[in-house]
């Protein structure tokens, strides 16, 4: 058994009762947290011990919604569908397992230097992502691009063959889940072979749902209802779906999800910049239904620092709103942490005992947190939601290993994944086809 012990930090273990342990313990032991309290009940330190002094301890983030990325920053001057259209689409055609592997690498380390320990991954060649999760030690459920077969994307068999390959890789850190493009891309009779096939392999589902104006206009147009609606119909939705986006929701549709057990992904961030909309959060929240946060991709969101998420998950509903009541920030700690953890049904997002060993330990000795009274949780979570950003994680642990620590990536050579993640990027600009635009997806 391998054994770590995290001393003298102010530990923010988001539990139910919202515990702040000001010089509390934290003993970690192999994957798992066997120990959170006060020093002087700790287990006495064996192993490897981490001084946490002028640190916050909490969970790592949960990034519910994301795509690896291999194209930020790139013609992302263009309207969403067009886009889609000449970028984004001929770009994940033009991968390979050996450029997905790189993407997934600069993707993952950028998250990990930002304090997430999950990622939601919706891409391709999820052999290469699967391989990279494995090495860089992120904890990664990947699906595919399932789409119809006319738009060339992925299909149900890449994810069974993936699912052989590497469900459970990682020491069960790795999984594979069925994922939908969306519905623009995909027939009821897909959405319904889709769901056969999660319940026939027992693994999640993720989708984008309700994004934009002009899907919910698709749909309408092309079944007659709402994108949830359609969902709804196929059996699609259940407690081990995450339904992204989801900015446009009727009434019933917010119904729909609440019954279902559905948790959806906000995703603030994504949603203005691709200027879709602001989401119904409050009444998401009010009928009670389970909402995380993610960043979506970098080619629509091109920062993946989820504390940035995080604010924006507060303050863009305070604005359009003109209501300062809502998004207090434990309620949107916990949306980063661990709603997105049971989302995917992982027992993370919160310091426990017998929970993952999945924290952080956030730098709190610079300007970004002064003034801070160090016994005053509300002051301690208001900076943490509003004034932090990722440049504040100091250390990043996964399933009990140390990943990053003083900012420096411990299992990749982040110079090299870097370059490499450029060079994949030149490779697919050079072997991308822009097909003619086709008016049967618009
Ligand atoms: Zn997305």
Redesign the pocket.
């Known amino acids: 058994m391998e054994r770590t012990t995290i001393t003298n930090g102010i530990v923010v273990t988001l539990d139910d009762d919202d515990t702040v342990l000001v010089g509390g313990t934290v003993v970690l032991e192999d994957d798992k947290i066997a120990y959170v309290g006060p020093a002087d009940k700790a287990p006495r330190p064996a192993g490897k011990v981490i001084d946490a002094s002028g640190k916050a301890v909490m969970p790592g983030l949960v990034d519910l ?1 994301y ?1 690896t990325a291999i194209a930020k920053g790139w013609s992302d001057h263009l309207p969403l569908w067009e886009y889609l259209d000449t970028l984004w689409y001929p770009a994940i055609r033009a991968l390979d397992d050996e450029t997905a592997y790189w993407a997934a690498l600069a993707s993952y380390c950028e998250s990990i230097k930002c304090g997430v320990t999950t990622v939601n991954d ?1 891409y391709r060649r999820l052999e290469g992502l699967a391989t990279a999760a494995e090495e860089i030690g992120i904890r990664a459920v990947l699906s595919n691009d399932i789409a119809d077969p006319e738009h060339d994307l992925d299909s149900l068999d890449d994810t069974r063959a993936a699912h052989a390959a590497k469900h459970n890789a990682g020491g069960g850190r790795i999984e594979i889940a069925v994922g939908i493009e969306w519905l623009p891309m995909a027939s009821e009779q897909l959405l319904r072979d889709a769901r056969a096939l999660a319940d026939e392999l027992g693994i999640k589902f993720h989708i ?1 749902l309700n994004e934009s104006m002009t899907e919910v206009d698709n749909s309408l147009e092309r079944f007659g209802r709402r994108p949830t609606e359609v969902a709804y119909d196929c059996g699609v939705l259940g407690p081990d779906c995450v339904a ?1 986006h989801c900015v446009w929701l009727s009434d019933r549709e917010i119904s729909l999800m609440a019954e279902t057990g559905t948790h959806i992904s906000h995703n603030p961030g994504s949603n203005a910049k691709l200027g879709n909309g602001v989401a119904r959060l409050p009444e998401m929240l009010a009928a009670g239904i389970n909402v995380g946060l993610g960043h ?2 970098a080619e629509c969101n091109n920062s993946r620092d989820l504390f940035e998420t995080v604010k924006l998950a507060s303050i863009i509903h305070r604005a359009v709103r003109q209501d300062a009541s809502l998004g207090q920030p434990a309620d949107i700690l916990r949306m980063a942490t661990r709603n997105g953890g049971r989302a995917l049904g992982h027992e993370t997002g919160r310091l426990a005992p017998g929970w993952k060993a999945d924290l952080i330990l956030i730098d709190l000795s610079g300007p970004m947190f002064v003034p801070l009274l160090a016994e005053h949780t509300a002051q301690l979570y208001s900076h943490l939601v509003f004034a932090a950003n990722g440049s504040c994680v100091d250390t990043t642990i996964i399933d009990g290993k140390v990943v990053m620590a003083g900012r420096k990536m411990t299992t990749v050579d982040e110079e090299l994944v870097c370059a490499k993640a450029n060079e994949a990027f030149t490779t697919v600009l050079g072997r991308m086809v822009v097909p003619d635009p086709d008016p049967g997806t618009h």
């Open positions: 919604h795509h919706m984008h992204a979506d991709a």
